[in-house]
């Protein structure tokens, strides 16, 4: 009988979101949507994944999602293929959202990610996004509101 892999292993996903090495000034408008192949943020790798399953986010940045109605809502509880925004706390000095790290919610108490710190896609438990100073607050639950193919779409 073949072995099925770990449901919190990095082997049940395709492929092509393994090993995609993070490369901070690949984000938001700065690369094709999708295009993991010269590696990407979080944000990139996040809206790339969500594609993958029909759902597409337009080419924002973490605040700019943080604010976002037209093609998310906030939401309080995650489900599979929610993104999920992390950071350190409030700053006064910064706009709610900014700087946020973004990963997709999978299930099983686990966020799919890229993250600088680890370097290559990472399944993390929410225990362990608390447990770093940087990730420390989750702040944001947010839910795409329609599945689109095309990145022009404008949701309803």
Not at 56 to 73: F, G, I, K, M
Not at 93 to 113: C, K, S
Not at 114 to 125: C, F, H, I, K, Q
Not at 126 to 144: S, T, V, W
Request: hydrophobic share 40%; with cysteine; net charge neutral.
């Amino acid at each position: 009988m073949p072995d099925t892999p770990d449901p919190s292993s990095l082997l049940v996903l395709p492929e092509r979101f393994r090993a995609v090495p993070y490369v901070g000034a690949r984000h938001p408008g700065a690369v094709a949507a999708g295009d993991l192949a010269g590696g990407a943020n979080c944000q990139v790798y996040a809206y790339a994944y969500l594609a993958h399953h029909g759902l597409h986010v337009p080419p924002l940045r973490s605040s700019e999602l943080y604010a976002d109605t037209a093609a998310t809502l906030r939401v309080t509880s995650p489900r599979p293929l929610d993104l999920v925004l992390f950071d350190a706390g409030p700053r006064p000095d910064r706009p709610d959202g900014f700087g946020a790290h973004v990963g997709v919610h999978i299930g099983l108490d686990r966020v799919l990610h890229l993250s600088r710190e680890v370097g290559v896609p990472a399944l993390w438990t929410y225990a362990e996004f608390a447990a770093h100073p940087a990730y420390a607050r989750l702040f944001a639950i947010k839910r795409c509101r329609n599945p689109r193919a095309e990145q022009n779409d404008v949701p309803a």
